[in-house]
Structure formats: structure tokens, C-alpha cells
């Protein structure tokens, strides 16, 4: 069994930068490809990215290339998500996820072998 929980999130204004933590409990965290997902009120889940067991690749929404970036360090059992350039659209609930598939496969599922409960981003103009 695998916990994982989010921190970093907080109200951030328009341009700024936030980096999100998502620690995972148990021996097997670099078994797992990590991702990160958001969702906004009235909104459906919209993938962010993802990275790849040994850190080696990554993959992101387009809406999010260029500004935020993804990494993990598995000896401490954490995937983060640096987050620059901030904009109001990007409010939203920021969840991490843990699956066995391929990193590039993440986006496209829509259950996933372990979830945080994620952490609340607001962007202030």
C-alpha cells in the first residue's frame, strides 16, 4: 500500500511561483511512474504532467509546457511540480498520482493505482 500526500499549495498572485511536494509512504515509490493532475470547480480533470520511474522522461499538457516542471527524488519518496508563470486559469485542486504504466500513459487514464488528496492552488490577479 502506497500513501501519498500533497503540500506546497497556498493562494499565489498572477506571474508567481509555487512548488508542490507529493511524498509517498512505503519501499516501492520508484516502481511507480508519478503524476500530477488538477482539477477546478465545475471543471472536469485535466491532466499536468508526468514523469517516468527513474526521472529519465517527461510529459506535459500543452497548457502547461514551458512553465511548470516535474521531478522526482526517489531516495525521499517525493515527485515535485515547480510551477512558474502562474495564471488564474491554473486554480485548481492539484492532485499527485501513482501507476504502474508507462509514464507517457498516464494522461490518458482515468484510474490509477494510488492517489494524494491533493492540495489547493488559487492564483490571485
Known amino acids: 500500500q502506497v500513501q501519498l500526500v500533497e503540500s506546497g499549495g497556498g493562494l499565489v498572485q498572477a506571474g508567481g511561483s509555487l512548488r508542490l511536494s507529493c511524498t509517498a509512504s512505503?519501499?516501492?515509490?520508484?516502481?511507480?511512474?508519478m503524476g500530477w493532475f488538477r482539477q477546478a470547480p465545475g471543471k472536469e480533470r485535466e491532466f499536468v504532467a508526468a514523469?517516468?520511474?527513474?526521472?529519465?522522461?517527461?510529459h506535459y499538457a500543452d497548457s502547461v509546457k514551458g512553465r511548470f516542471t516535474i521531478s522526482r527524488d526517489n531516495a525521499k519518496n517525493t515527485v515535485y511540480l515547480q510551477m512558474a508563470s502562474l495564471q488564474l486559469e491554473d486554480t485548481a485542486v492539484y492532485y499527485c498520482?501513482?501507476?504502474?504504466?508507462?509514464?507517457?500513459?498516464?494522461?490518458?487514464?482515468?484510474?490509477?493505482?494510488?492517489r494524494g488528496q491533493g492540495t489547493q492552488v488559487t492564483v490571485s490577479s
Open positions: 498520482v501513482a501507476d504502474s504504466a508507462a509514464y507517457w500513459r498516464l494522461g490518458g487514464k482515468n484510474e490509477f493505482a494510488y
Open positions: 514523469i517516468s520511474r527513474s526521472a529519465g522522461s517527461t
Open positions: 512505503g519501499r516501492t515509490f520508484d516502481s511507480y511512474a
